[in-house]
C-alpha cells in the first residue's frame, strides 16, 4: 500500500531553516504530483506548497511564499521542503501527501487525510 514517511523536523529559532523530507512507496511516485501541507496546533489543515510530477510546476501559499522551495528526487521517490526563514507561526506537524492540492479547504484536506493514505507528520517548532 502506500507509504509516506516524514522527516526533518524539530525544534528551530526563529530565523533558522529546516530540510524536511519524504519518503514514498507503494505507488508510481514519477507520476504523482505532491503536496505539503501542515497543521499548526487548534487550525486546520493548510497547504504549504505543491509540485508536479516533473518538478516543473511549483505552487506556494502566500503564508510561505518566497521562504520555503519544494523539490523533488523522482529517482529517489523522495520529496522535500526546504524551510529558510522560519517563524513562530510556522510551528506545525507537516505532512506530505499525494495529489495537487495546492488552494484546497481544510475541511477538504481533513475528509482526504481521513482515508489514511497519508504519513505521521513531522513537528516543526520554531522558538527562541
Known amino acids: 500500500g502506500v507509504q509516506l514517511v516524514e522527516s526533518g523536523g524539530g525544534l528551530v529559532q526563529p530565523g533558522g531553516s529546516l530540510r524536511l523530507s519524504c519518503a514514498a512507496s507503494?505507488?508510481?511516485?514519477?507520476?504523482?504530483?505532491m503536496t505539503w501541507v501542515r497543521q499548526a496546533p487548534g487550525s486546520e489543515l493548510e497547504w504549504v506548497s505543491h509540485i508536479n510530477s516533473g518538478g516543473t510546476v511549483l505552487n506556494y501559499a502566500d503564508s510561505v511564499k518566497g521562504r520555503f522551495t519544494i523539490s523533488r528526487d523522482n529517482a529517489k521517490n523522495t520529496l522535500y521542503l526546504y524551510l529558510n526563514g522560519l517563524q513562530t507561526e510556522d510551528t506545525a506537524m507537516y505532512y506530505c501527501?499525494?495529489?495537487?492540492?495546492?488552494?484546497?479547504?481544510?475541511?477538504?484536506?481533513?475528509?482526504?487525510?481521513?482515508?489514511?493514505?497519508w504519513g505521521q507528520g513531522t513537528q516543526v517548532t520554531v522558538a527562541s
Open positions: 501527501a499525494k495529489g495537487d492540492l495546492a488552494y484546497a479547504s481544510g475541511g477538504y484536506l481533513a475528509r482526504l487525510k481521513a482515508t489514511g493514505d
Open positions: 507503494g505507488f508510481d511516485f514519477n507520476s504523482v504530483p
